[in-house]
């Protein structure tokens, strides 16, 4: 059933509690990449040119000492938020209290205000993320109305995303879901569920254990499901071909198999690949095509992939990306990540979806990707909407 969202909702003079996903990398009180921050923006203007008053939530890094609270205030994140609003920002220093109370019935008509870090309340119990009941009761019970726009967080079934719904829903009303919530879900929903065809999946990243799901579940939806990266090499073993020291799950060569035996000849596994004698920029490297030598580990894929990779892209009506296809940190060993970044700008006909950290990176730093559909702003969280799982940030959501 479709999903309740912001513009379904009457903010007018009303306290409108938003869950935002402001986890950016901060250093010393400088804010890193604020996309994540940007991709907010529309729903929390369009609460404020609606006349609502926008109460945001979000949790930034891991609290686990007093310490820690020191690094991760989300003060400077408030007051980058300011900037890029071009207007005032109230932030509160507390997660509940009379502060944060007096400071939300001191609001006007299309003010917002920023509470500090939802996992502060972690250090007493894991209150926040372990959605402690009566903290997300605690929560609903500052507003009129819920809006869950934290997609990096919808895995997660913490106080601020799924402890505020499900109170809010016992206290008959609303919780939706934001614009950036909304586009995450059709564009991965879209594309899983109902893609333009051929769809090509290319998978990447360490292990084969993280990614079993996907590869699974993928591999019922697609034509073809590209694997790279380090998990590359326990199908290699799988298979028979010699992996030397590279990467590999000894108790997943099984499954490997039958996920072979499964696909046929949908899976395209690398055909030749860079190899280093050491797990180091600068170790002597060389191209092996099939069997990796004795002593060496291989740690990007080779220019033969690439050009097989391409080719299996070439006529891609929807291809969704998640994770390296080698150790994309060091620069000897990126090209082949780099190539599949760059080959996915190309494809203008298609409907091209990156998430994950690494390869958002390349298409980052490739500056390619504003060439592309969508970048997912949640790793983890598109890994498991990729594996047809049920969101639980989502899940809570009202129904239209
Ligand atoms: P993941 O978190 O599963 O997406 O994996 C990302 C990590 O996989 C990155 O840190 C890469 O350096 C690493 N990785 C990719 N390819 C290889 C490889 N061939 N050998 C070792 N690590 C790799």
Redo the contacts with the bound molecule.
């Keep these: 059933m479709a999903k309740l969202t912001v513009s379904d909702l009457d903010v007018k003079s009303k306290k409108v509690l938003i869950r935002v996903d402001f986890n950016v990398p901060i250093k010393g009180g400088v804010i890193g990449n604020d996309n994540r921050m940007v991709a907010a923006l529309p729903t929390i203007n369009y609460v404020t040119e609606n006349g609502g008053k926008a109460i945001l939530f979000s949790h930034l890094g891991r609290i686990k000492t007093e310490d820690d609270k020191k690094e991760l205030s989300l003060r400077p994140v408030a007051e980058h938020l300011a900037e890029l609003l071009n207007k005032p920002v109230t932030f509160v220093p507390e997660t509940r209290g009379a502060q944060l109370e007096d400071a939300i019935n001191n609001m006007e008509d299309g003010d917002v205000l920023v509470v500090e870090n939802t996992r502060f309340e972690d250090l007493d119990g894991k209150k926040e993320s372990g959605n402690d009941p009566e903290l997300g009761k605690y929560w609903a019970s500052l507003g009129d109305v819920f809006v869950n726009d934290a997609f990096g967080t919808a895995h997660r079934s913490h106080a601020s995303n799924v402890g505020i719904s499900e109170a809010m829903k016992a206290e008959g009303k609303k919780a939706a879901a934001g614009y950036l919530l909304e586009k995450e879900i059709q564009f991965l929903g879209n594309a899983v569920d109902d893609p333009k065809t051929p769809f090509v999946a290319i998978l990447?990243?360490?292990?084969v254990s993280?990614?079993i799901g996907v590869i699974n579940h993928l591999l019922g939806k697609a034509d073809k499901v590209i694997v790279?990266?380090?998990?590359?090499?326990t199908f290699y073993a799988a298979k028979g071909i010699k992996i030397g020291n590279?990467?590999v799950e000894e108790d997943k060569i099984e499954l490997a198999k039958e996920i072979m035996e499964k696909a046929g000849d949908k899976l395209v596994l690398p055909v030749d690949?860079v190899v280093a004698t050491e797990?180091n920029n600068d170790a002597p490297s060389q191209v092996a095509e099939g069997d990796i030598p004795d002593g060496y580990?291989?740690?990007?894929i080779g220019p033969k992939s690439v050009q097989l990779f391409k080719d299996t892209l070439a006529d891609a009506k929807t291809v969704v990306w998640?994770?390296?296809?080698?150790?994309?940190?060091?620069s000897n060993?990126a090209k082949g990540?780099l190539e599949v970044g760059k080959f996915l700008g190309t494809l203008s006909d298609a409907t091209t979806i990156v998430g994950?950290?690494?390869?958002t990176a390349a298409v980052q730093q490739l500056g390619v990707a504003d060439k592309l559909t969508h970048i997912s702003t949640g790793?983890g969280a598109s890994l498991e909407y990729l594996e047809g799982k049920t969101l639980p940030g989502i899940a809570a959501v009202s129904d239209k």
């Design positions: 990447g990243g360490a292990k993280d990614k790279g990266g380090g998990m590359t090499y590279s990467l690949n797990f580990m291989a740690l990007d998640n994770g390296p296809m080698g150790v994309f940190e060091m060993f990540t994950g950290g690494d390869s790793g």
